[in-house]
């Protein structure tokens, strides 16, 4: 059958996504997963990331407040990145590093509010203010 079809594969460590037209493949894409993260996100300086070929491609940010609390101020996601759940990962990282320095975390930046609100499992480290 003539088409476009997206075949996407779940495992315990990889995600892949196959694009198929007619019979010729076009675009694989696979994604080993560390921690739960489909995406290698790195530290930073107050930051988590995604970068490719030296470019960033995805970030959240945030701010020390004092020994207890971080804000998030911003997180960014590029074009070609969006839809594919990021920002959400992005969060994960930074609730994760706020657990592990131990932590509270508020945030300013629309998204992770919004992420770190509507996620129950967040809120053992979500903080409204100082």
């Known amino acids: 059958m003539v088409g476009t079809y997206s075949f996407i594969c779940f495992s315990e460590n990889f995600r892949g996504k196959v694009q198929i037209?007619?019979?010729?493949?076009?675009?694989i894409q696979i994604h080993s997963s560390?921690?739960?993260?489909?995406?290698?996100?790195?530290k930073g300086d107050n930051n988590f990331f995604i970068e490719d070929d030296g470019?960033?491609?995805?970030e959240i940010h945030y701010v020390p407040m004092g020994n207890k609390q971080l804000l998030v101020d911003k997180t960014q996601v590029?074009?070609?990145?969006?839809?594919?759940g990021v920002g959400q990962e992005l969060v994960?990282?930074?609730v994760d590093f706020a657990r592990q320095e131990?932590?509270?975390v508020m945030a300013t930046c629309p998204f992770a509010k919004k992420e770190l609100e509507n996620h129950a499992e967040y809120h053992d480290v979500l903080t409204s203010g100082v």
């Open 78 to 84: 590029s074009e070609e990145l969006k839809g594919e």
């Open 102 to 104: 131990g932590k509270m």
């Open 34 to 42: 560390d921690n739960n993260y489909y995406h290698h996100i790195k």
């Open 21 to 27: 037209k007619g019979e010729r493949r076009i675009k």
């Open 55 to 58: 470019s960033v491609k995805a």
């Open 92 to 94: 994960k990282k930074m």
